[in-house]
């Protein structure tokens, strides 16, 4: 081979292909198999997940309603200067499209849509659409008719809001779940105070985490340094006790602290057996209950990316410490536990996370006053059939948990998170 | 030196101490020891033999579950481990990951409360002494073992401690590294003039490097003294055995003169050997000697010892020829021959004559005794 290796001809193999060439090709053959191990996976991740996600985040701003069921009217606003009412036109194309709404029976929608921003609306739009088709005899005003049948059609608020909605997308979702509202010069503004809710409701899950995560720390620190350091077989059945609320149904789990936590409960029973309290403690249904469920439920995963940390740490490490002079609680501080911080961290922004967007306990467990974002998402889904505010509640709590991902890593560092 | 007073320049002195973990069994049997100021002491043995125990007690992280020991005349057994300013080197290095290897040095510094620029100094000459002034800012996760092994030696000598301990530093290094860092902790001792203990259970190391070494089997101290005194005349079979070659033979004593005794063999030669540690006639005994100390052939005429021998391997070595010889009844009897005193004519299967010096070989106790 040594004559073909001249200085400036590429490199050829045996058979005189360009190796180069023969290179990419192999190259090429394990990527495609490594393609095609993933690809079950990648697929699955994104038609279950991915794709939702997206979705969802179109759905928070999505506005289909009056340019779909009102397409002559939308049209025609889109001239109209947003001065007095607007002209003739606009309302001809309102009863034709109001007419088209009623025999395709669309007309719920269309009033449902509009009744969110003006209340009243529904039966406005309702009312009108069941005297369609209007028979408007020649030189008649469109608009006198229209106002003759409700005066509320005299009133420019209301054609605003129409014009407003005739866009396929729309800000008001999102700022619906922040309390704010929209302008009639388009810019956001804060809601007057007795209409919000979200924001206050935000902060609640924002604090409520915090609190459950702080706890799970605090309370999961010595355990998973315990289970770390015992030896092998006691550690083995510790394991076995923490990870054994992993083996039963989160729904059981918040079942039978109800049962333990509730007036009657076991804890208030046998405290006032022993005489300890003379009226039962009030534990379940209100903030207590939640806190003491979910650090319940979340406190192993604070434990195990702790334990696993932990369990790579030689004890020579606080032997040398304590051997260069350190008493053994310094020596801890100082030498100990900066090296767990990693998986500590790790532990807790699990737990922040999950806790955001967790619902079944407060749910269960809580008043009306321990109720998270989670629950409204619930809510607007299942009760009010509001696909636009839960859509719009569960992109800003994505866009929060991400914040937060966010800042956590900027401050311990994302490379430095372990989850063992 | 009497058993109960420490000897007037014992640095560190161990009277009577025994160590149990389950209540059941010792495993550290009773130990009287006496560590000499400035001294480079190692304990040696195989593992679970109580030395690295001892090493712990010393360093107070075991306590003695009977007896004392004593630092510089002050009673140990109550001093928590972070007051005994001992300084102490481990297997894995121990080196703080999270801190860089200025900061690894200057932790105890800190403690001890020094100013910031005296800090700055000390840490800078005790860099200066592994010759790692470079690499301080490094992280211990950046540098290779021999790098992290000299920044724990540092460490462990920063603060000046008068006694520094070592278990087993150097057994993760590979072969090399090992030899020239045995070298370097040696040049250090020497230099600084602290008192060394040293653990562990490569004899090489513990012969390379100490000025004494104390042999350590089943928690009792078999055998105390200079490396040259173990080798050559160590003081029963383990000690024979578990540093460097040896080679055993076994029979039974039927004459003792003075120094020297007679031994039967069992299959019937009679052997002449110095009497160490044997009983009286009639009792069985185990003989020691190394493979250099056996003469072969014509170099075996001068011998008071002279027995035949069956060529039953070669082992090829480079500087040295290693012959394996069936002898007495007994099989895999090693005999060193350097390359030069070869003589290529034999081949396995010849008979030989083997030779040596009675003073050579030493008749032990026939089993392995605990004292």
Redesign the interface.
Known sequence: MSETMTMNAPLTAADGESLKVKLARERRNKQLKAIALVAPLALFLLLTFLVPIAMLLKRSVDNPEVITYLPQTSAEIAGWDRRGLPSEAVFAAMARDLTIAKEQKTVSEISKRLNMDISGFRSLIQRSARKMPLEVAAGESVRDQFIAMDERWGDPEHWHVIAKNAKSWTPYYLYSSLDLRETKAGTPELAPEEERAFLSIFGRTLWMSMWITLISVLLGYPVAYWLANLPARKSNLLMILVLLPFWTSVLVRVASWIVLLQQEGLINSALMGLGIIGEPLQLAFNRTGVYIAMVHILLPFVILPAYSVMKSI?P??M??????????F??FW??YF??TVAGVAAGALLVFIMCMGYYITPALLGGPQEQMVSYYVAFYTNVTINWGMAAALGSLLLVATMTLYAVYSKLVGANKLSLG | MGISTPASDALVSFRGVQKSYDGESLIVKHLDLDIRRGEFLTMLGPSGSGKTTCLMML?G?ETPTHGEIRLDGQLLNNVP????????V???Y?????MTVAENLA??LT??KMNKSEIAERVKKALGMVKLEALANRYPGQMSGGQQQRVALA??LV?EPQLV?MDEPLGALDKQLREHMQLEIKHIHESLGITVVYVTHDQGEALTMSDRVAVFKDGVIQQIDAANVLYEAPVNSFVANFIGENNTLHGEVIDVAGQQCAVRLASGEVVKASAICIGRSGEPTSMSIRPERVRLNRLADACENRLKAKLSEFIYFGDHVRLRLDIAGQSGFMVKVPVGELDSSWKTGDMLDVGWMARDIRALDSAVVSH
Do not use: E
């Open positions: 030689p020579t490490y032997r040398a410490a304590i051997s260069l002079g350190d008493h053994p310094a020596a100082k030498i900066p090296q | 360093a992280f481990p972070h007051k005994r300013n001992i300084g102490m481990f297997q894995n121990a080196l703080f990951p999270h932790y105890p403690i001890r460490r462990a603060f301990l």
